[in-house]
Structures are given as structure tokens and as C-alpha cells.
């Protein structure tokens, strides 16, 4: 398993990367726009619309993005619809989410799908825009796969004791511990050998920065661990081997982005 993932992500990095720093928006815009639609069509069958249904909701999802990635979009600056979903989102992973782990709310139908904007629409936007600091951006998404692959490691490794047995199993505290030491070498190596392009990724706000994004990062995985679980499937989809699908993938991201993106505007 260990290297299937690690070949899925040696061949999925390279592309990512050339994209990230070599298209021009609206070539960046198009590439991100069919993640999103598969992500969305995996949150729809999750919430429990049958294929066309799944479908027809990733459709609107996408569109609904993509209006909003150019509605009053100007350059470098997000429009005031972008920051309301910024918004909503960080308000949703930072008060809602963990009220609805904590309950283990089973939530289906159309209120999950409109949660489902809130998880997918936030983010994406955040990658979209933030393709203009194309190097902050790089460095906010290695706190959430270092936080992972480090979890990840330190889990198969030393995992002993459960960190939400009745949510996800295969979780455990020593993962925990293991993201917690990946991200905090992953922050002071960026001190000691980076110039920081950005204000949200050096002092004191971004070592607290990081703090809140490794702990909205395992949020995040926790949240799509418990909409799996209850839909009672271990992953959401196939798409890529040794992660499962999109959403899998972009658990973490999901969490993260919609903070970091409004940090990033406010602390220029």
C-alpha cells in the first residue's frame, strides 16, 4: 500500500507543480475545475443521490465555483463573494465540524449536499486564487502532507492507542504525535533556510497558523472518515491507488485552505 501511494504521488506531484507555476489562470482554473467535479460527484453519491443525481449535483457544484472564481475577481485580491465563502468555511471547520464529530450527527440527502458546498467550494476557490503566490500557497499545502505522510508513518509504526475508534478506526494518538513532530521540523526548517515570502508563514502568527492547520487537518480527515463511515464505505472512491478517491485525497485541504486563504489576506 505504502507503494502504490508513494507511486501515485511521484507521478500526480510533477503534474501538479508544472500547473501550479506555469499556466495562466484560466489554463490553472480549467485543470482544477475537473478534481472538483469528480470530488463533488463523491460527495453526492456519499449523501446518497444515485449516479445521475451525483452527477447533477458535481455539475452544479462546479459551475457554482467557477462563477464565483470570476465574479468581481481582480488580480492578487479575493472579491467579497470569495471572502464570504473563506468565511464559511473556516466558521464551519472551526465551530460546526467538531459539534458534528463530537455528536456523530447522521446527516444525508440535501443538508449533506449543501454541507458539501461549504467543504468543496471554500477550498477550491483558495487554490484558485492563490495560484497568483504560487510559493506561499506550496507552503501551506506541505503542513497538511507532511502532517499526513507523518501520521501516516508514525501510525503503522507505533499506533497503539485509538484516537476515534467509532469514527475511524485505523487512527490513532501516536499518529497524531507523529503529524504534530513533522510539522513543527517542517516550520523550523522553513525559519532556517527560507526566505518567507509572506507574513502568515514566519513569527508568531505562523507558528500558530500551523498549529491550527495541523489540527483542522486531522478535522478534516476525521469528517470525511465519518460521511464515509456512515454512508458505509471505506473509501470514496477508486480514482487513485493506495489514496482511494478525490476526496480522500483532499480531506485535509478541505479543512486548511479556507483559513489560510483569509490569513494570507489579512496579514499581507
Not at 464570504?84 to 465551530?95: K, Q, R
Not at 461549504?118 to 476557490?125: E, R, T, Y
Not at 473509501?235 to 476526496?247: F, I, Q
Amino acid at each position: 500500500m505504502l507503494a502504490t501511494r508513494l507511486l501515485t504521488v511521484a507521478l500526480a506531484l510533477p503534474l501538479f507543480l508544472a500547473a501550479l507555476f506555469l499556466l495562466p489562470r484560466t489554463g490553472w482554473v480549467l485543470c482544477l475545475l475537473p478534481a472538483l467535479l469528480l470530488g463533488a460527484r463523491e460527495w453526492g453519491s456519499l449523501a446518497g443521490y444515485e449516479r445521475p443525481g451525483a452527477w447533477t449535483y458535481a455539475g452544479v457544484t462546479a459551475a457554482a465555483a467557477a462563477a464565483l472564481a470570476y465574479v468581481g475577481h481582480s488580480e492578487g485580491m479575493p472579491s467579497p463573494l470569495q471572502l464570504v465563502a473563506y468565511g464559511t468555511g473556516t466558521a464551519f471547520w472551526l465551530v460546526l465540524a467538531p459539534f458534528w464529530l463530537r455528536a456523530q450527527w447522521h446527516v444525508r440527502g440535501p443538508a449533506l449536499a449543501v454541507a458539501g458546498w461549504i467543504v468543496l467550494i471554500p477550498m477550491w476557490l483558495a487554490l484558485v486564487e492563490m495560484q497568483s503566490i504560487a510559493p506561499v500557497l506550496l507552503a501551506f499545502l506541505g503542513v497538511v502532507w507532511i502532517a499526513d505522510t507523518a501520521a501516516y508513518l508514525a501510525g503503522r509504526q507505533w499506533g497503539r492507542h485509538k484516537l476515534a475508534p467509532s469514527i475511524s478506526p485505523g487512527k490513532t494518538w501516536e499518529g497524531v504525535a507523529g503529524a504534530a513532530a513533522g510539522v513543527f521540523i517542517y516550520y523550523a526548517l522553513l525559519q532556517g533556510f527560507v526566505d518567507n515570502p509572506h507574513p502568515a508563514l514566519s513569527g508568531v502568527e505562523g507558528a500558530l497558523l500551523f498549529a491550527i492547520l495541523l489540527g483542522l487537518s486531522i478535522e478534516g480527515d476525521l469528517f470525511e472518515s465519518w460521511i464515509k463511515r456512515q454512508a458505509g464505505v471505506k473509501d470514496s472512491g477508486r480514482l487513485l491507488p493506495g489514496h482511494g478517491g478525490v476526496l480522500d485525497r483532499i480531506d485535509g485541504l478541505t479543512a486548511t485552505l479556507p483559513i489560510v486563504a483569509l490569513c494570507v489576506h489579512y496579514l499581507r
